[in-house]
Nanobody, 115 residues
Framework: QVQLVESGGGLVQAGGSLRLSCAAS????????MGWYRQVPGKQRVLVAA???????NYADSVKGRFTVSRDIARNTVYLQMNRLIPEDTAVYYC?????????WGQGTQVTVSS
């Protein structure tokens, strides 16, 4: 099993930046993939960015060029650097891990971008 704890959300003005962190309860080197989803009220949770075990990354089209997913294996932590934020980025952001065929989720962290 993997426990995930997010941090770093908050309120920011449009054009600003935030960095989200996701700390895992164990070594992440062997985890198949980790990343971030986001969800707004009344809508499904959608993928924002992911990083695979080999280091490959993929992004939702809406965040390409603005967001960067990365990991620090020594710290068992995955990050989401969010730049040039826009109000449409407002959501609850969830860290996830795909480990041995099971999905694990953090508790979520609110990101609010004011115009």
């Amino acid at each position: 099993q993997v426990q995930l704890v997010e941090s770093g959300g908050g309120l920011v003005q449009a054009g600003g930046s935030l960095r989200l962190s996701c700390a895992a309860s164990r070594n992440i080197f062997s985890i198949n993939a980790m990343g971030w989803y986001r969800q707004v009220p009344g809508k499904q949770r959608v993928l924002v960015a992911a990083i695979a075990r080999g280091g490959n990354t993929n992004y939702a089209d809406s965040v390409k060029g603005r967001f960067t997913v990365s990991r620090d294996i020594a710290r068992n932590t995955v990050y989401l650097q969010m730049n040039r934020l826009i109000p449409e980025d407002t959501a609850v952001y969830y860290c996830y891990a795909d480990d041995r065929g099971r999905d694990y989720w953090g508790q979520g962290t609110q990101v609010t971008v004011s115009s």
